[in-house]
């Protein structure tokens, strides 16, 4: 079951897209720890960036996810911008 209507699937799949593209790209200097929720969330927490923030959050949601810590996901996804925020939500609950 869908909770998205074909339209706003395929956009959210276009951005899942996206943003597991970015993730392939490690910043330079970065230890192989550096993709943990943990270290993710601190990183994101020391940004001024807030699209920067979103992305190292949405990042974090996503491992939550496949670590099936949903409520972490979706506490992570509590702490981006309001646009990123439920888009970030909506994805969390279509791979949980």
């Not at 943003?19 to 192989?32: D, I, L, M, Y």
């Not at 993709?35 to 949601?61: F, G």
């Given at each position: 079951?869908?909770?998205l209507?074909p339209?706003?699937?395929t956009?959210?799949?276009?951005?899942v897209e996206?943003?597991?593209?970015s993730e392939?790209e490690?910043?330079?200097?970065?230890s192989?720890?550096?993709s943990?929720?943990e270290s993710?969330l601190?990183?994101?927490?020391?940004?001024s960036?807030?699209?920067q923030?979103?992305?190292?959050y949405?990042?974090?949601?996503l491992?939550?996810?496949?670590?099936?810590?949903?409520?972490?996901a979706?506490?992570?996804?509590?702490?981006m911008?309001?646009s990123?925020a439920?888009f970030?939500?909506?994805?969390?609950r279509?791979?949980a």
């Amino acid at each position: 079951m869908s909770y998205l209507n074909p339209e706003q699937r395929t956009t959210s799949q276009t951005a899942v897209e996206k943003w597991k593209g970015s993730e392939a790209e490690k910043q330079p200097g970065n230890s192989a720890d550096s993709s943990s929720i943990e270290s993710l969330l601190t990183r994101a927490d020391n940004l001024s960036d807030p699209n920067q923030k979103d992305q190292l959050y949405y990042r974090a949601a996503l491992k939550a996810v496949r670590e099936k810590k949903y409520k972490l996901a979706l506490e992570i996804a509590d702490k981006m911008s309001s646009s990123s925020a439920d888009f970030s939500q909506t994805t969390c609950r279509l791979l949980a």
